[in-house]
């Protein structure tokens, strides 16, 4: 007897599962292509140049950075803390970072709005210190925090997992201290996951809306940022929709930018 040939990847599958994938496929891009059908190419440089689209433009990516660098500073330990913790207490605690992402966006504005409102004790305190936080800039830089902060934790806990601590055991074995062993030994094997998760938070950031809307506002260069400026132009006020669409294909290129940064980030990624 002759040892059967190995099949090619996917030869198990059967036939008629191509039929389903193909219309789930074109459910997910066919709309995309109907946006890129619909931008003016002519006039995409007026649009995406006007002072209300400039503003939004800018305002996405100040707050979507500055939210960025706060979830690098806090989601780093966090992530450290949930990897090198037992598997019980690791548990519970990736599904509070969970939690925001599978939360619909405008439940976690009415949380922050709540939780940091004139009416609430949190912010009571903070007008007695002069801080007002709902509908400031510091509320977009907030939410977004809010909704991109698991996307870090996530990435970089799952890539500290892999790597492992036996590097790190032996390094201390070696006389290494706690941060030599986390500036040389640690962060360096993860840096993948970290450099992904800092790409996938910052994309998620700038493409916020629901929290931002409800804890923010939608103040024209004050918390207007893209999603916003495109959804009261399609409500008829604020930008016109041939900006709306322009700004549309922005976020659209943006997030293909961010999938193939990561995809090449990714160690051992199918290429």
Known sequence: MTAAEPRAPGGTLPPILVVPALLGLALLVVPLGALVGRMEWANLWADITSPEAIDALLLSLGTGGIATLVCTVLGVP???VIARARPGIAGVLRVLVTVPLVLPPMVGGVALLFLFGRSSPVGEVLATWGITLPFTTAAVVLAQVFVALPFLVLAVEGSLRTSGVEYENTAATLGAGRWRILWRVTLPL???????????????AIGEFGATALFA??????????PLAIYTAFNGAGVGQGTAVALSLLLLVTSLVVLLLVRGWRQGAPR
């Open 190 to 204: 993860a840096a993948p996951g970290l450099l992904a998760g800092v790409i996938l938070c910052f994309a998620r």
């Open 78 to 80: 966090l992530a450290l």
């Open 217 to 226: 506002g939608n103040a024209p260069g004050v918390t207007q940022t893209m």
